[in-house]
């Protein structure tokens, strides 16, 4: 059975001079009082007497005080607690009579139970992992997450690619005119080939035209010279003639043909040549858009199969806390994070983290029946009565403090100058108006 705290008796802890208390033993216990009467002082001191020297305040003795601090705890379990002197020299004695320390004292209480707000000042993430702990699956938790996160990056980088392929697509040029294939210029090559081949004989033929012309001037230019100054030599002459003759018909027949010669003009295949290379650089244009199109529809086929692997895991880290003994209904931990009831630390009610963490705390060490919680004046009476309420359905012993002048029904005791004031103390009851239950 859980132990719990029976009774409670402090003096001389920093701003405590005397304080007697018998705690509910289920539910919510308020220690009332103005700022500075010494409210925390008792938190302090029963985290002193059952948790030891790592929870002694730095100056434990009461400011004026001639006598040294004295604690005595008394347990559900019949072990009583004593601590003495200005260093809290301990004593631990079970039912038998036989005598304790520390050890013992830490086996059944739990230190975050004595220092809840240690727990609620952790980050959030190490609020998860405290309840990971707990509930014995944050390996395959921690798994599932780091596998979750692979495939969210991979598919970032997938949709990143795939964004960049469509707008890249989006902003290539598109020619619907141009035809599926490129355009073969190897045909038009060819006739252009074949004309400059045809061109380059004509302006052979009319060369050899202007030689002959040549030839035959000087030809003549030499029968006239050999016949002015060689009448005599008919024969000579007669042949340079003849020679002149068959020159002057050659003359003819060659000035004839190199005038009949027309070139063919390159031009219109020198046109459509670059026709072609327009044409095919727009074939070329669509067909890189198409390539971009393309991948983009494969990267959305990859980012629709990683957003249905990244659901699996998601599915699977649900049904592993489902299936886990969690402290409090609705908690669970989402990318490392702790939440409860869907919604992060920080978007929780104050009365939600209140709840959330005494659960989990209780839950540490569940031999340990009792949490300690300080400033519960920043919840509303509603709130506390919902707490409370909690407590009790939880058969957990919370001892807590509330800026209070005593004039009204939430506390137990209330602290005036560091000693206590017994108050009328309200019966139990599930009514909500009563505000809190004892």
Known sequence: MAVKINSLEVENVKRVKAVALEPSEDGLTVIGGRNGQGKTSVLDAIAWALGGDRK????????GSATDPHLRVELSNGIVVERRGKSGSLKVTDPEGRKGGQQLLDSFVESLALDLPKFLAMNDKDKARTLLGIIGVGEDLARLELEEQTLYNQRTGIGQMRDQKKGAAADMPMHPDAPAEPVSAMALIQSQQEILAK???NQAKRQKAEQLKTAYDNATNDALLIQEQIAGMQKALEAKCEEVSDLHADLLIAKKTAEQLQDESTAEIEEELQQIETVNAKVRDNQRRLDAEREAEELDEQYAEMTERIESVRR???????GADLPL????VENGLLTYQGRKWDCMSGSEQLR???AIVRRLKPEC???LVDKLEQCDPQTLAEFGRWAEEEGLQIIGTRVSAGDDDMCSIVIEDGYSIDTEKPAKTADLDQKWVM
């Not at 002694?56 to 400011?63: I, L, N, Q």
């Not at 699977?316 to 489902?322: F, V, Y």
């Not at 209904?329 to 669970?332: F, K, M, S, T």
Request: proline share 7%; glycine share 10%; charged share 30%.
């Open 356 to 358: 959330a963490a005494t």
């Open 329 to 332: 209904p609705g908690l669970a």
């Open 199 to 201: 061109n380059g004989e």
């Open 56 to 63: 002694r305040p730095s100056d434990a003795k009461r400011d």
């Open 316 to 322: 699977a880290k649900m049904d592993l806390l489902k």
């Open 369 to 371: 029946g009792f949490v």
